[in-house]
């Protein structure tokens, strides 16, 4: 059974930057790609950056593109999402996912969740 673990949440000035981290677990371990939602009170959990796992595509949300990074180190079974000039708008609590489904820009097709780290943002 896959586990997911989340660190490196916070709170942060706006303009600064968090840097969140994945584990990932369990012999069974081998996604298709890994992605990072996030979910801020009253609203939808959205897909904010997914990465599949052999190649390395890389998918963002508009919102933040050119101020997220999302990496992995495939032999260490880590994900990470690099946050920088954040802004209030991304406070909320951010899930990392695994899918093993081709179809990886779909929040439906991700089967395996973490518990979330909270990033709060103070303008």
Request: hydrophobic residues 35%; charged residues 15%.
């Amino acid at each position: 059974q896959v586990q997911l673990v989340e660190s490196g949440g916070g709170l942060v000035q706006a303009g600064g930057s968090l840097r969140l981290s994945c584990a990932a677990s369990g012999h069974t371990f081998g996604p298709y790609a890994m992605g990072w939602f996030r979910q801020a009170p009253g609203k939808e959990r959205e897909l904010v950056a997914a990465i599949t796992w052999r190649i390395g595509s890389r998918y963002y949300v508009d919102s933040v593109k050119g101020r997220f990074t999302i990496s992995r180190d495939s032999a260490q079974n880590m994900v990470y999402l690099q946050m920088n000039s954040l802004k209030p708008e991304d406070t909320a609590l951010y899930y990392c996912a695994a899918t093993t489904f081709a179809t990886w820009t779909q929040l439906s097709n991700y089967k395996t969740w973490g518990q979330g780290t909270q990033v709060t943002v103070s303008s």
